[in-house]
Nanobody, 116 residues
Framework: QVQLVESGGGSVQPGGSLRLSCAAS????????MGWYRQAPGKGRELVAL???????NYADSVKGRFTISRDNAKNTVNLQMNTLNAEDTAVYYC??????????WGKGTLVTVSS
């Protein structure tokens, strides 16, 4: 069973930055797409950013220009650099992976709180 472990969450003031990391228990080369989703209090889970095995990225409109997703195949990690954070970014952030064989995996999430 693949394990995805998120880290890097925490509390930050509006305008601040955080860098989330997702570590996979095995090579991420087996994953076609990896990404980050988030779930704010009282809301459904939504896509934040995706990155394909070839490096193609896709972002939610709400984070374009502020967030950057990257993957390090050597370290088996996917990172999310989040800049210019605002209160609407407060959520639990989940790492997700889609394997080439169709299997999908989720991490347990890391909490990001943006508050003054």
């Amino acid at each position: 069973q693949v394990q995805l472990v998120e880290s890097g969450g925490g509390s930050v003031q509006p305008g601040g930055s955080l860098r989330l990391s997702c570590a996979a228990s095995e090579s991420i080369l087996r994953f076609n797409i990896m990404g980050w989703y988030r779930q704010a209090p009282g809301k459904g889970r939504e896509l934040v950013a995706l990155i394909s095995s070839t490096g193609t990225t896709n972002y939610a409109d709400s984070v374009k220009g502020r967030f950057t997703i990257s993957r390090d195949n050597a370290k088996n990690t996917v990172n999310l650099q989040m800049n210019t954070l605002n209160a609407e970014d407060t959520a639990v952030y989940y790492c997700n992976s889609h394997a080439f064989d169709g299997a999908m995996y989720w991490g347990k999430g890391t909490l990001v709180t943006v508050s003054s």
